[in-house]
């Protein structure tokens, strides 16, 4: 069972577009973490995100955890091909670290 | 500093073989855990274990063991393989237990079932 829904599950877009990624669950969460990967590569953690209605940015990402602990978005501004990339979050329910189902995002320049 | 290795880096078998993956963790940590990604998706969690002890099971089938050896690395060992067994495996270090700890992937383990 999924507990992670991510979406959309497919993103093209073109450079300088803004994106918003949403990661949903039924489930509270007591922390959530956003990982992108690249291709033939492994996941790299991008934050996590702690306290409900927490907002964190990176540059021109910025992450949300909803109040209830039970969703997260990311947001970027101004995408760049350097952005191309699978996006995960993932949350620890149970003493495992679970995945969303992955946005795949691809920056056209 | 190293980051997370694993071993080998590609690998291809066939049905009903069995297999061995290695993964080296970061210096100084002590929990690893094993991930099955399937192209296109999230990682799904197989085994997580800290100090030398299984602390956490995916729904994964018997087939699918690992240990962690008194230096920290470990082995995921999967036996009777079947096609459906090709994936990327992950393997990820990290301090302490999962919870809210940030965890370090290697690349990863292409392995693919003839």
Redesign the interface.
């Known amino acids: 069972t999924q507990l992670?829904e991510?979406s959309p599950q497919f993103l093209s877009i073109q450079e300088g577009e803004n994106l918003t990624v949403y990661c949903n669950s039924s489930s509270v969460f007591?922390?959530l973490?956003w990982y992108r990967q690249e291709p033939?590569?492994?996941?790299?953690?991008l934050v996590?995100v702690?306290t409900g209605g927490e907002v964190k940015k990176l540059k021109r990402l910025t992450f949300q955890f909803g109040d209830a602990r039970k969703d997260s978005s990311l947001h970027i501004t101004a995408a760049q091909p350097g952005d191309t990339g699978?996006y995960?979050c993932?949350g620890?329910p149970?003493?495992?670290?679970?995945?969303?189902?992955?946005t795949?995002l691809a920056v056209q320049p | 500093d190293a980051g997370v290795t694993q071993s080998p880096t590609h690998l291809i078998k066939t049905r009903g073989q069995h297999v061995t993956l290695r993964c080296s963790p970061i210096s100084g940590h002590k929990s690893v855990s094993w991930y099955q990604q399937v192209l296109g998706q999230g990682p799904q969690f197989i085994f997580q274990y800290y100090e030398k002890e299984e602390r956490g099971r995916g729904n994964f089938p018997d087939r699918f063991s690992a240990r962690q050896f008194p230096n920290y690395s470990s082995e995921l060992n999967v036996n009777a393989l079947l096609l459906g067994d090709s994936a990327l495996y992950l393997c990820a270090s990290s301090l302490a237990g999962v919870g809210n700890q940030p965890q370090h992937f290697g690349d990863g383990t292409r392995l693919s079932i003839l």
Do not use: R
């Not at chain 1, 033939?40 to 953690?45: H, R």
């Open positions: 992670l991510q007591s922390s973490q033939g590569e492994g996941p790299v953690l996590t702690v699978l995960l993932a620890d149970t003493n495992k670290l679970i995945f969303g189902t992955g795949l």
